[in-house]
């Protein structure tokens, strides 16, 4: 029985699939870390700036104070901006990549098609093409 099981695992693992998912899993994890410091670092701060000096990681809404043995109870608002803007930059890079490999596909489809237009080269049909003719009067130095 656990022989089977390993055996089919390692069928699984062997079609790629498993190893595509992981490594889109790998790179996801990693594009997360950018874009969490893109929005957090570089996009944030000078809105906070503008706005007047605002920390969206701070802004929440107290709905209960702090007691003698508990946490308030908050809403934090800001945090929740912030992974509104976090989602709408992976969105957006998202769509320009998806966008990009959508007009390289079409370019190079319509590469192709000229390609096809055009008549195979001798080198390319496997035959040799036909010996230049001779020069009537070669140049002479």
């Known amino acids: 029985m656990k022989a089977k099981w390993i055996g089919e695992f390692q069928e699984f693992v062997a079609r790629g699939n498993a190893l595509d998912m992981a490594v889109g899993v790998l790179v996801g994890t990693a594009f997360n870390k950018v874009v969490d410091s893109l929005v957090n670092d570089v996009i944030m701060p000078p809105l906070g700036f503008v706005i007047g000096g605002v920390d969206f990681k701070n802004l929440q809404l107290v709905l209960k104070t702090a007691t003698a043995g508990g946490a308030p109870v908050t809403i934090r608002y800001g945090q929740f ?58 140049p002479t130095r």
Do not use: Y
């Open 81 to 138: 901006i912030n992974s509104v803007l976090q989602f709408f930059v992976v969105a957006l890079t998202m769509f320009v990549v998806i966008k990009t490999v959508g007009k390289m596909a079409e370019w190079r489809a319509g590469l192709e098609k000229i390609q096809r237009s055009f008549p195979p080269l001798p080198s390319q049909a496997g035959q040799q093409g036909p010996a230049a003719p001779p020069l009537e009067n070669p």
